[in-house]
């Protein structure tokens, strides 16, 4: 599906941050396919790919839901992302929850007490500083607009 480069500045610069991510995003997850490398996606559209997968699946379920229903597949690209957009401490927060999650994986055992008390003392730090990340993300979309929606804007 094809998108104007009007309609894609408006994007960038009249609409809200978190309406903005979210409308941008809809686009290139029609095209986006897990089988593929970097999803099939540029490099800057992959990065908040992630960063979108993670506070998703940790605001639906904690990291226990996001690691559950993605393994460690993806956490040192994850990381980098966040860093890449500017979203620390979050890149510490999956981290450390992956060093308590990791021994879990695979596993029918439940957390113990104490792993799942800092599982969700992670959730919440996560939660805290959540609302920061659209307006990131769409300041790292501008610095790096012509890597994005490319196919769609018939730049390629």
């Known amino acids: ?3 104007s480069e009007n309609y ?5 610069q009249e609409r809200n941050a978190l309406e903005a991510v979210s409308i941008l995003s809809s686009f290139w997850s029609s095209r986006a396919l ?14 908040v790919q992630l960063v979108l ?10 990291h226990s839901q996001c690691f559950f229903s993605r393994g460690v597949v993806y ?3 994850t990381v980098v992302a966040l860093q890449k957009l500017g979203l620390s ?6 981290l450390k929850a992956s060093t308590i999650i990791t021994p879990y994986l695979g596993s029918d055992e439940d957390f113990s007490e104490y792993d799942a ?3 969700s003392k992670l959730d919440l730090e996560l939660c805290d500083i959540i609302h920061k990340f ?21 730049l390629v």
Request: proline share 6%.
């Open 89 to 94: 401490p979050a890149d510490k927060l999956i």
């Open 8 to 12: 894609f500045k408006n994007l960038l």
């Open 75 to 77: 956490l040192n690209d």
């Open 34 to 47: 897990d089988s593929e490398k970097n999803f099939n996606l540029s490099g800057p559209e992959y990065n």
């Open 1 to 3: 599906m094809g998108i």
């Open 53 to 62: 997968i993670y506070s998703g699946e940790v605001g639906n379920g904690g």
């Open 117 to 119: 008390e800092a599982l």
């Open 134 to 154: 659209d307006p990131l993300i769409l300041s790292y979309i501008n610095a790096n607009n012509s890597s994005f929606l490319a196919p769609e804007r018939g």
